[in-house]
């Protein structure tokens, strides 16, 4: 089944409201984001892992993505795409936070796209459900450094740029190689396997009572 980003803005208040913290949401959709990456990538030790990230929850679940992928011998470093004190919601911030306290990550933030290694993965953390109209910077930059690296590419929820809602592209967007979706799929994503490689869908705990009244 396909859902609206409507109804999957309504599922996530009302489980949130029930106790199934945003916060625990964006805890199982990174670990499940990662569970699919090793799946494909298989061992990731050593690997040089580029995590862009912006101040929504789409950058949450990178975040998450970022201290998962530590813990299995990734060398992992976090692009903020600005300044951290902009970062939007409380459980974005927490695992902003998270990741402060661990030298093993390496974590920048402002807008210089100059790295001083080769990504082997980047992870497309920028834009996710929340998307509106042309894509402001330093999204943009970071959009387009994307396309011009040759690595592999992950979306998380959706390939930035992309409408998950209706299919259409904003003015630049992501094409990626695995795009993992979270809880049920959006109806624009799948018009577009072009740009979102192998698409999955992963549960992500939201009890299915969180849906009555909404699916
Ligand atoms: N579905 C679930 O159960 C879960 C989804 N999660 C993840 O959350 C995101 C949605 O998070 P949200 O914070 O609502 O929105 P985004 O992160 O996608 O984007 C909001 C930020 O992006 C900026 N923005 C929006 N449009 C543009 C643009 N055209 N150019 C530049 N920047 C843009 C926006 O800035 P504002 O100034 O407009 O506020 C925000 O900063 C979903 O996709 C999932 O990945 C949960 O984490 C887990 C559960
Ligand atoms: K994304």
């Given at each position: 089944m396909e859902i609206t980003v409507d109804q999957m803005y309504n599922i996530e208040n009302k489980g949130h409201d029930m106790g199934f913290l945003k916060k625990f949401m964006m805890e199982n959709a990174g670990a499940a984001a990662v569970k699919r990456l090793l799946e494909k990538i298989g061992d990731v030790k050593s690997k040089n892992i580029l995590i862009f990230v912006g101040l929504g929850n789409n950058g949450g679940d990178g975040l998450v993505m970022a201290r998962h992928l530590t813990g299995y011998g990734a060398k992992v470093t976090v692009m903020l795409l600005g300044n951290s004190n902009k970062i939007k919601t409380e459980e974005s911030n927490w695992n902003w936070s998270l990741l402060q306290k661990m030298p093993s990550v390496k974590l920048l933030s402002g807008n210089?796209?100059?790295?001083d290694f080769k990504p082997d993965i980047i992870i497309d953390?920028?834009?996710?459900?929340?998307i509106s109209g042309e894509i402001r910077e330093p999204y943009a930059s970071a959009i387009n450094y994307i396309n011009e690296t040759d690595c592999y590419k992950f979306a998380v929820d959706v390939p930035s740029g992309l409408d998950p809602q209706t299919g259409e592209t904003a003015n630049i967007f992501t094409k990626c190689d695995m795009t993992v979706t979270f809880h049920k799929m959006k109806q624009g994503i799948p018009k577009r396997k072009d740009l979102t490689g192998e698409l999955f869908v992963e549960k992500i705990g939201i009890p299915p009572e969180a849906e009555e009244g909404i699916l």
């Open positions: 210089s796209l100059k790295f953390a920028i834009l996710g459900t929340g």
